[in-house]
């Protein structure tokens, strides 16, 4: 969860820095290797991946994977919007490529989110026989 967290931070600062030099400079920054590979995530993901023993079948992180899943996709759904809002051609790649990142975010969150639940379907009183 904390390699999750740290991505998000990263993005973050990565999102602040292009917003500082659209204000100061007035002009949108050309799409670049930092954001252009959405895979960057995925690739991270992978080689931190969460194990069954690093959630321990706390039911609380199930909750914190569903909100951070939904939390992405509300993302995904405001870069889109951004995008078809500004005219810009560099304003509109660079908010098309943050909402594909934020949909590779929400499905390797689904897919975790799913994993764990499975594997705790008894201690949430759910039995699928």
Do not use: C
Not at 11 to 21: P, S
Not at 99 to 113: G, R, V
Request: aromatic share 12%.
């Amino acid at each position: 969860m904390e390699s999750l967290a740290e991505m998000e931070k990263e993005h973050a600062e990565l999102l602040q820095g292009r917003y500082t030099a659209l204000k100061e400079k007035g002009e949108w920054l050309p799409l670049t290797e930092d954001i252009k590979g959405g895979s960057i995530f995925q690739q991270r993901f992978e080689a931190e991946k969460t194990t069954k023993a690093d959630l321990e079948s706390d039911l609380s992180d199930i909750t914190i994977l569903r909100m951070a899943y939904l939390i992405e996709n509300d993302l995904a759904e405001f870069y889109k919007k951004a995008a078809s809002d500004v005219e810009n051609p560099e304003g509109k790649r660079l908010f098309l490529t943050l909402s594909n990142w934020e949909i590779e975010h929400k499905n390797a969150l689904y897919k975790l989110y799913q994993d764990h639940f499975h594997d705790n379907w008894f201690d949430a009183g759910f039995s699928p026989f």
